[in-house]
């Protein structure tokens, strides 16, 4: 089995930027296909951004494109999401998401349920 621990969540102010740290057990991460979910409260679980094994390949929900970017670095078993401009819609529990896939469509790379390992969350308040 495969841990997922998330940081770096807390609250920040409207136009301000957080960076959300995920780290991965296990001596296959590169193989991992990761992501990003987010969930506010009364809402559903929806994605956010995904970024291929080879991280060449990447993809981001229309809510925030330019504004978020995802990365890896598969020596550190890490996957990151840098986030810019944020606003208050953002506010939501932010999850890392990992799937053993080498496929790099968009349906493989944002569909919840090809995701085989979740981790705890991690809160991000962003006030007007």
């Known amino acids: 089995q495969v841990q997922l621990v998330e940081s770096g969540g807390g609250l920040v102010q409207a136009g301000g930027s957080l960076r959300l740290s995920c780290t991965a057990s296990?001596?296959?991460?590169?193989?991992?296909?990761m992501s990003w979910f987010r969930q506010a409260p009364g809402k559903v679980r929806d994605f956010v951004a995904a970024?291929?094994?080879?991280?060449?390949?990447?993809y981001y929900t229309d809510s925030v494109k330019g504004r978020f970017t995802i990365s890896r670095d598969n020596a550190k078993n890490a996957v990151y999401l840098q986030m810019n401009s944020l606003k208050p819609e953002d506010t939501a529990v932010y999850y890392c998401a990992a799937q053993i896939t080498r496929r790099t469509d968009i349906a493989t790379m944002s569909r919840g349920g090809n995701y085989n390992y979740w981790g705890q969350g991690t809160q991000v308040t962003v006030s007007s």
């Open positions: 970024i291929s094994a080879s991280g060449i390949s990447t």
């Open positions: 296990g001596r296959t991460f590169s193989s991992y296909v």
